[in-house]
């Protein structure tokens, strides 16, 4: 117990998380000042439960029921036939080659054309149903739409919105006011929600990467917590929000048929995206904390450091999927239509894809 302690007085020594000369017992809410609490922390775990819960009942009685009236099947690939010993050769290996099939034909008295059917078949069986990834792709858009309206409502009378010098000033002296303590409450409630459900969700093409930016930014909105770097981290989340929204509300046209809707909605997330995670992120927001901050505030601290390189991580990560947003931009316009989505491709489109040159350049909107 007293090395657990020792530790504990370590991990949260002031000369880690706060600036010099300043203490937790300086930042302790009174009348003047509400600074933010660490142990808040704790409330968006079973925030993130009530979350699942409200996503579940709008996917069910809301999102579905809508999806089926714009003529979106909800209908999955009938089952193949049970066979043992192609179902244990599936699970191995799910891409086989010509010769790999030719094996298995002739272990199972099977024609080759018969094992590549059934393997067909087999694999179109695990596919998610449209309607499933367009209830997915409904809650995401509701949630986003949502955040960024209560975003622009909390922050438009704040003065950081308008100049971001403002998040240094005084600092760590700010008071945390109840509209964004509930933006940072829901929103992180949210992302921890997206954590525990990516993995029984569609399978995505980058869903490591999409895991890495949800972790990420859950450290991030927890450093910033305990540093009361709050105003930096709302204007960190107001940025994220506002191109996601047009994202999913393509992937819904899409899934839906209205071809000329979906490639709108991804003209606008392509634009917004490329103004506000490639401009506004780090031009404003990043040389704000890089540059701005330590000419205002002086002296910095370690958890300065590490705030800063999740914001870089998150860049990182904006880069990566920059590239591939901007491939599947050029293929629509080459094609004369938005046809993929390269970014959050399903798993099973991209192994289908590979087999397939002029698929590979057309993925689906998945």
């Keep these: 117990m007293y090395i657990i302690r020792e530790l504990l007085d370590y991990f949260w020594s002031p000369s880690i998380w706060l600036p010099p000369n300043i203490t937790w017992a300086d930042l302790v809410p009174n009348e003047k000042i509400q600074y933010t609490d660490h142990r808040h922390l704790y409330y968006p775990l079973p925030m993130a439960l009530v979350m699942l819960l409200i996503r579940y009942f709008l996917e069910w009685y ?37 010769k790999e099939v030719a094996h ?55 003065p950081w919105l308008w100049n971001i010098d403002e998040c240094w000033t005084n600092y760590p002296h700010q008071s945390i006011t109840p509209d964004c303590w509930w933006y940072y409450m829901i929103s992180l409630s ?34 910033s917590w305990v540093c009361n770097l709050i105003r930096v981290g709302t204007l960190v989340l107001l940025v994220h929000d506002c191109a996601d929204i047009f994202l999913e509300a393509a992937k819904m046209a899409k899934y839906a048929k209205y071809q000329k809707v979906c490639d709108t909605f991804f003209a606008i997330f ?61 293929n629509a316009i080459a094609a004369g239509q938005m046809e993929g989505d390269i970014r959050s491709s399903s798993s099973e489109d991209i192994s289908d894809a590979s087999t397939n040159s002029t698929t590979n350049s057309k993925q689906k909107l998945q």
């Design 62 to 98: 809301i999102f579905a029921p809508f999806g089926v009236s714009l003529g979106i099947k909800g209908t999955k690939p009938k089952k193949v036939p049970q066979n043992e010993l192609l179902e244990k050769a599936f699970k191995n290996n799910s891409k086989m080659k010509y």
């Design 104 to 158: 298995i034909a002739k272990q199972s008295d099977m024609s080759e054309r018969q094992v590549e059917r059934w393997l067909r078949l087999r694999k179109a069986q695990d596919k998610p149903s449209t309607l499933i990834k367009f209830c997915e792709n409904s809650w995401r858009c509701t949630y986003y739409l949502y955040s960024f309206i209560y975003g622009v409502y909390c922050l438009w009378d704040k």
């Design 190 to 223: 949210f992302y921890w929600s997206l954590t525990v459900s990516q993995f029984r969700d569609v399978k995505r093409k980058d869903f490591w990467q999409m895991f890495v930016h949800h972790i990420a930014t859950i450290l991030l909105m927890a450093f």
């Design 270 to 330: 392509t634009v917004i995206w490329l103004i506000t995670r490639i401009g506004v992120f780090p031009f404003w927001i990043i040389y704000s904390t890089t540059i701005s901050a330590p000419r205002i505030v002086n002296t910095m601290f370690p958890a300065y450091y590490i705030f800063n390189s999740l914001l870089l991580l998150l860049l990182a990560l904006h880069i990566f999927w920059t590239n591939l947003i901007l491939k599947i931009a050029y």
